[in-house]
């Protein structure tokens, strides 16, 4: 029967797109802001 | 081989210097600033001098860091973030000299020597990986040549001018070495394979950002290296846990392209369903359930419905393959269109079976994609046919004809094993809304309606039964061929055997009846 | 009615491989750049903790409600990350103004007594990520060449 595919961490119903946050094959919920590497200015960049 | 005396340690000592370099705090935005410093270096060197040394320098360096990661994933007691950063430290910053020798090779106008660069950096780590896989063996690890395929990929596609002028040569390098790299060729890769090729930067640009949709083709022909080498095994549905991963990894994939990209899957469905194995009936439904995100599908169950008079019905769908080249020999196609035109020779119909059959090996008896393009050609003829003669596809347009002798010809003539194959090809059009779902459609329930046995209206019941009982999501097409199947009195459903033939298939059906009415 | 396919030499090769990759599956760390401050480690936590993120939390909508605290941390701690980004945008829109000369956050603490094309001069609240709070600087010179 398959699996039931509302179950793999995919907000299915997201009004927005799916693959800007996702995670990764494996993973059963979607990127998080601090997964996400982002170009932010390089002044940004304290460390 | 033959490394020019001396070159190993050289590259060490370039390699540990640029390392070094990299991480310190002055090394400049996007360590330009070393970069200039280090290119310095390199040309006192020599090693940029001729091609070969470049190359060898490249392939020596992809050795020294994968050795490294080797070394660091030995060591115990570690946690896998001492690991990663131990093995980071040197692999991003080797990439990220990678990316600005590409990005600096040459002047700015010469994408060119950009390119060529690239590809042979992206050839030899492949190489390089190729050969280690073939070593190493069960001790092959991906750590290494995963970080640096993502980590060079996101470099190159940072928001920059000069990387802006590149892209899609710079994506057509890594689909190529992708491609190289396919699962069947490296099967201990292929999950950073598929992490590589599902990656969010990656998807975002072949699929949305390059213009006109040129990345379609490209990224199609991955999923299509990954079925075919998930086949095998989802063949024989006994899947182990690590086929089940990369299955279920596979299904997440798809979710994605199907919420975001429905119109991809739309295209390249043809293709899809030609290597995905005919009992793999969830991930098909999945691939054949997409429509185009602009269009609003009629509720199936809504009572008397009248599909034949939606807008969209007599659009044919967009499919990206060239699926008539498929039926081959030539000789074979040569006979097909001249029975489709003058139904002769008389003696196709009967050899038709033949030219199908590859073997008599049971399971692997016909020739799947020569079957699903006869079909879908055969199809498409007669869609043409009918709309010749300014009619659309109806019980009554269809038959009669030499397109459907052939249908007729193939429900008969073929055995279970042939006939399965034969229906399924024609299930895999109902779609959405489109000339092909109609035609199809109406194909399957004439063939129901016309059946001289028993046996081939149940074989029809069956392969749309098997279809609606996994889980969501179901095509449209499929939803309103066997509501009107089970609704409409003239096919007499109700009143074959094989509608009673177990409690529970007899229960199921008046369930989905239920639904319907 | 396709019944079993027997498995070829090869597809049991390769089967063979991806089961020893299987047990060293990439890791969410693999595709991110190195975080300095907070490794991508999931780590398991009782169920009953939420296991995913509020509903809209990527959104500046989301972190405009958050304390300005807890966006200075965010903005130190996971720098490089759309975390950031949203962080400093909810910042400026607290009227926070980033110094790139001293990598720090200043916010008016009143009308400044002198203001020229070039910058301008008062009394700022500033926040001090090494000490971690936010002060109090009076006859503060705040020239706009440094505002990010």
């Known amino acids: ?47 | 081989f033959d490394d020019p005396p001396g070159l190993h340690e050289k590259t060490e000592f370039l390699l540990r210097e640029w390392v070094s370099m990299y991480h310190m705090p002055d090394a400049g935005r996007d360590s330009t600033k070393a970069f200039s410093a280090f290119v310095g270096q390199m040309h006192q060197q020599g090693i940029l001098r001729t091609d070969d040394l470049i190359t060898r320098f490249f392939r020596l360096c992809t050795e020294m860091c994968v050795d490294l990661c080797y070394q660091a994933l030995a060591e115990q007691n570690q946690t896998q973030s001492q690991l990663r950063n131990q093995c980071f430290h040197t692999l991003d910053a080797f990439v990220r000299l990678i990316a600005l020798l590409v990005k600096h090779s040459g002047d700015t106008a010469n994408t060119v020597t950009k390119i060529n660069l690239l590809n042979k950096v992206l050839g030899i780590v492949a190489g390089v990986l190729l050969q280690d896989h073939e070593v190493r063996h069960r001790e092959f690890q991906q750590l290494s040549y995963h970080r640096i395929f993502i980590m060079l990929f996101i470099e190159l596609n940072a928001p920059e001018h000069i990387l802006e002028n590149i892209n899609f040569q710079v994506l057509t390098a890594f689909c190529n070495t992708f491609h190289i790299l396919r699962p069947a060729k490296a099967p201990g890769f292929a999950y950073a394979w598929l992490e590589l090729v599902s990656h969010r930067v990656f998807i975002g640009r072949m699929l949305a950002i390059i213009p006109q949709q040129r990345g379609w083709s490209m990224y199609a022909q991955l999923l299509i290296d990954l079925f075919k080498f998930l086949t095998p095994f989802l063949r024989n549905t006994e899947l182990t846990k690590a086929t089940h991963m990369l299955y279920k990894g596979c299904l997440r994939v798809l979710l994605v392209l199907l919420h975001d990209f429905p119109e991809f899957l739309c295209e390249y469905h043809y293709m899809f369903c030609n290597v995905i194995p005919p009992n793999c009936i969830q991930m098909r439904n999945l691939i054949l359930s997409a429509f185009p995100l602009n269009m609003r599908l009629p509720d199936p169950f809504t009572p008397n419905l009248k599909v034949d008079m939606l807008p969209e019905i007599a659009q044919p769908p967009r499919i990206m393959t060239d699926f008539v080249a498929m039926i081959q020999p030539a000789s074979f196609k040569k006979e097909l269109d001249s029975y489709l035109k003058t139904r002769s020779p008389v003696t196709f119909l009967s050899e038709l079976r033949s030219k199908l059959q590859v073997s008599s090996e049971p399971g692997m008896r016909y020739n799947i994609p020569v079957m699903n393009a006869l079909v879908l050609h055969v199809g498409n003829q007669a869609i043409e046919y009918i709309h010749s003669k300014g009619l659309t596809p109806s019980m009554s347009t269809i038959a009669h004809s030499s397109h459907m002798d052939i249908f007729q010809n193939l429900a008969v003539d073929l055995d279970t094993e042939g006939r399965y194959l034969f229906l399924n090809a024609i299930s895999n059009q109902l779609r959405y809304p489109n000339s092909h779902t109609h035609y199809f459609s109406c194909t399957l329930l004439y063939l129901f309606a016309e059946a001289n046995a028993e046996a081939i209206q149940e074989q029809i019941t069956r392969v749309l039964l098997e279809r609606l009982i996994v889980n969501r999501p179901h095509p449209w097409g499929l939803l309103i061929t066997f509501i009107e199947l089970i609704k409409n009195p003239q096919f007499k459903f109700w009143g074959h055997e094989f509608v009673h033939c177990a409690p529970e298939i007899e229960k199921l059906f008046e369930s989905v009846a239920r639904s319907c009415m | ?148």
């Open chain 1, 1 to 47: 029967p398959g699996i039931d595919l509302t179950t793999l961490g995919l907000n299915l119903n997201s009004p927005g797109n799916l693959y800007s946050t996702f995670q990764s094959p494996w993973a059963d919920a979607p990127c998080r802001p601090q997964d996400i590497d982002y170009h932010v200015p390089s002044e940004y960049l304290t460390s």
């Open chain 3, 1 to 148: 009615p396709l019944g079993p396919q027997p498995l070829h030499k090869e597809h049991r090769f390769q089967l063979a491989m991806m089961e020893a990759s299987f047990l060293h599956l990439p890791h969410p760390a693999d595709s991110e750049r190195i975080r300095t401050y907070f490794p991508h480690n999931p780590c398991p936590t009782p169920a009953y903790y939420p296991q995913v993120p509020p509903p809209h939390s990527d959104t500046v909508e989301f972190f405009q409600r958050l304390g300005t605290e807890t966006l200075f941390f965010i903005f130190y701690y996971m720098e490089g990350t759309k975390a950031q980004y949203l962080a400093a945008k909810a910042l400026k829109q607290k009227s926070w103004r980033f110094h790139t000369k001293y990598m720090m956050w200043f916010q008016r603490h009143e009308e400044p007594k002198t203001i020229t094309e070039d910058y301008e001069q008062g009394t700022y609240i500033y926040f001090d990520y090494e000490k971690w709070g936010q002060r109090k600087k009076e006859g503060f010179t705040f020239e706009y060449k440094f505002l990010e």
